[in-house]
């Protein structure tokens, strides 16, 4: 059978840097063969498609499809994908695309592959096929695609192999997985793949988006006996202290997160995860690190912000701040794994979403700025 080709779908097009979301008509290009065609039955919505969309992470070019939360269900196969155990109706999620050729990715650290910004967002040009960008609308016009490998803002998406993990969900699952493949596997790699607490450490969250959470259900599925909670909303800390948070800090009350910090650790932090960004932040996150203790940025911050850090201090206190993309994590591997915790309590995903119907991507978007919501979720 020829692999399919000028399929008419719909999918939220950007038509410029700051443009809106639009649902539109697109047509998408024939299945190259190291491809795989997915019908999505869940997005979930990032951070980072809000910060594409306004233009604060640059992509290249305009219009495009963001969305790199995908799940849903294999409808082609390419002739040389290499995991033959992949079916025509596999229950798939979708996550970041990486090289898979070199020391990080081979180390299953893909997260930090140093092409990942070139492969995700810049020149995501179907590599080796020679082909161009598999999204185009009805007139012609070429869309830019395969956004982490996927563009799954869409009905249907011709998706890159790096990018599937195929899941054995059961139906009930299905509407809450879809954010495992990037909110959830960065929060909860971050803590695996990089902190790797012990569990008499203790672990400061800063932000309680999906990240935070995630990086929250992991330190308290390794039963961590300190897990600081930060966040500037209470119904969020509320949460934080059901999933696990033996302390919480709302900075909208208690404004001294250095004092408040050093009144539940005195010794300091063995770990910090900052998922917000605010470079204030940060620096009162280096002063409240234990001798040796790790800061790990997860948030991004303005591409103008620097930190203001004495190199000395840094020496003579074994600090260590490391910058972590996607957990460092192999999906192939966490996202399985994620799963399974979810099944056994320990990763209570369910609690932190909210599915819209994919018509009302705008209301969702909204909730999650408004902190109603951890993690919208549309459903196809
Ligand atoms: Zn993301
Ligand atoms: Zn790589």
Known sequence: MDSPKNIRTQAYVVQSKGAPFELKDVILDEVQPNEVLVEMKHTGICHTDIVVQNGGMPIGDYPAVLG??????????????????????????????????????????????????????????????????????????????????????????????????KLDARPEEIPFLAPLGCGYLTGSGTVLNVLKPRPDDTIVVLGLGAVGFAALMAAKALGLKSIVAVDLLGAKLEIASALGATHIINTSIQSDLGAELQKILPTGAKSIIDTTGSVALLEICVKSLAHAGTLALVGVPSPQATLNINALDLLLSCKRIVGVIEGWSNAKLLVPQLLQLSREGKFPIDRLAKVYPAEKLCEAIEDLKLGVVVKPILSW
């Open 68 to 165: 790199h939360e995908g799940m849903g269900i294999v409808r082609w196969i390419g002739s040389t994908v290499c995991d033959k155990s992949l079916t025509l109706g596999d229950t798939v999620c979708l996550s970041f695309h990486s090289c898979g050729q070199c020391a990080a990715c081979r180390d299953d650290q893909c997260g930090s592959c140093p092409d990942m910004t070139e492969i995700n967002f810049l020149n995501t040009a179907r590599r080796g096929t020679g082909a161009s960008t598999p999204i185009s609308l009805p007139d012609g016009t070429p869309v830019h695609g395969q956004f982490f490998g996927q563009s799954s803002l869409s009905r249907m998406a011709v998706v890159t192999e790096a990018s599937i993990v």
